[in-house]
């Protein structure tokens, strides 16, 4: 009944502490990519995030726009070829909020926003 909800809310990770996946395919993200609008990555804070590389036309990775104070992204995954995948490090230490994020290989035309979303009470 909670994934059932969960799902309906548009969230790709739930509560239950199961990882998100973010897709790359055809040079875009899925979900996520700002080519389509309104399929945003949603995840709930605290959660993690996976990233899936199925492209094979080449690398691909997940890099914020946001950095921190020192200017490192807040969130980040390196180039990984296809049929591999890669923890996103730093999502589950987002607060809720809207990140944009891009593909340092493919930038600017590869890029996507990352929901992150309070805890249902």
């Not at 726009?65 to 807040?74: A, H, I, K, S, V």
């Not at 969130?75 to 340092?104: E, H, K, T």
């Amino acid at each position: 009944m909670a994934a059932a909800l969960l799902a309906a809310a548009g969230h790709s990770a739930h509560a239950t502490g199961v990882p998100a996946v973010l897709t790359a395919a055809a040079y875009t993200y899925a979900p996520g990519d700002t080519d389509t609008p309104g399929l945003e990555l949603h995840v709930f804070q605290g959660s993690q995030l996976v990233f899936v590389n199925a492209d094979p036309l080449g690398a691909h990775a997940v890099t914020s726009e946001d950095t921190d104070t020192r200017g490192y992204p807040l969130f980040n995954a390196d180039a990984i070829n296809m049929g591999l995948a890669a923890d996103v490090s730093g999502v589950s230490a987002l607060a809720p909020g809207r990140y944009p994020f891009y593909c340092y290989v493919h930038a600017p035309s590869m890029t996507g926003v990352l929901v992150v979303d309070p805890l249902p009470v």
